[in-house]
């Protein structure tokens, strides 16, 4: 539905009668529900097929509102907020005492999103919006509304607002230790965020999950075909014939051919396009993917931590 005066308006509702409804942010597509409604709480786990142990990142209009859902507002968080919201940054925080106890941590995550259709549906319905990303567990996060739709054909409403800026979801930043701990790669660059805080600390191993941040720990991200990481591009050209292998690569001399989706050599541009390119290579019905190992470096980060969690198996 066209996110206008009136697709905001029917969304809001939806919320208030504790149904879900999807929505752009800056980052991905999100199935927004009332945050500390158990019954439109229960409905996004429900229609996401979500084990109910990993935790929703609550989405609020402002720093203020975020900070009367925390317990303690930490210094770092205060200069983070400051500094990018609204934005792709999703802070970890002690959760205020008066919430809705929820079975899960005590911590809760909040975000202010950047997408103006975000902001004005927060502010249009007036409540905290719990929103995972709007697809099936484990599958590949929505950038469009049409993706939203082929994933979760049984969300009531998709808000359209085109497709998403970074296309690739929010840094998470745990702000209970000090210095604070990164949990997710993400859109947010490592790098902005030491220029405010100063040291980052980074888990020892990020591909392998992290118990303190539930969704790292499996396989995630991942198209129904096989990916395959590689890093010799011979291999990626090898592989490029047969009508059953997809190819992803920034690296335009690699390969030519039916299923090849060259992506740019610019880590954002990369990110922004490389969800809607799995998707692609999924309608296009390869049954394996060789994925072009990316460069190195901070900024690539969150790209290899998507690719490496959808070919895990
Ligand atoms: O960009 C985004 O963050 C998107 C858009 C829609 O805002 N949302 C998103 O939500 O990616 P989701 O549910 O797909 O990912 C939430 C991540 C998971 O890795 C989850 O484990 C972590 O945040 N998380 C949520 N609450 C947490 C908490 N209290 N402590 C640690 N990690 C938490
Ligand atoms: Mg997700």
């Not at 930490?74 to 925080?93: D, I, Y």
């Not at 969800?275 to 901070?298: C, F, N, S």
Request: proline content about 9%; charged content about 20%; hydrophobic content about 45%.
């Amino acid at each position: 539905m066209a996110a206008d005066a009136a697709g905001l308006r029917r969304a809001a509702e939806l919320l208030r009668q504790e149904s879900v409804c999807a929505f752009p942010t800056e980052t991905v597509y999100g199935l927004g529900a009332h945050a500390f409604s158990a019954k439109a709480i229960a409905e996004v786990y429900r229609l996401k097929h979500r084990p109910s142990w990993n935790p929703l990142i609550v989405h609020v209009a402002s720093a203020a509102d975020a900070e009367a859902l925390a317990h303690e507002w930490p210094e770092a968080a205060r200069l983070l907020a400051e500094r990018f919201w609204p934005g792709p940054l999703s802070l970890v925080v002690e959760r205020a005492h008066h919430l809705p106890a929820s079975g899960g941590p005590a911590t809760v995550a909040v975000r202010v999103p950047a997408h103006p259709v975000a902001l004005a549906l927060l502010r249009e319905c007036g409540l905290p919006l719990a929103a995972p990303s709007a697809n099936r567990s484990e599958s590949i996060s929505p950038t469009t509304a049409e993706h939203v739709i082929r994933s979760l054909p049984d969300v009531p409403l998709v808000l359209d607002g085109g497709p998403c800026r970074f296309g690739i979801e929010s840094t998470v930043v745990d702000v209970t230790v000090s210095p604070p701990r990164l949990l997710r790669p993400g859109a947010l660059s490592l790098r902005a965020i030491r220029d405010v805080v100063g040291a980052l600390r980074l888990p020892g191993a990020l591909d392998k999950g992290d118990a303190r941040s539930p969704g790292l720990a499996h396989r995630h991200y991942a198209p129904r075909a096989r990916l395959r990481l590689v890093d010799d591009p011979a291999t990626l050209a090898e592989g490029a014939d047969p009508g059953t292998v997809g190819i992803l690569t920034h690296l335009p001399a690699v390969a030519e051919g039916a299923h090849v989706e060259l992506l740019s050599a610019d880590p954002l541009e990369y990110g922004a396009d490389l969800y809607a390119a799995l998707h692609r290579l999924d309608d296009a019905g390869v049954a394996t993917i060789l994925a072009q190992l990316p460069p190195e470096g901070d900024d690539w980060l969150a790209i290899h931590d998507r690719l490496t969690r959808a070919s895990a198996s």
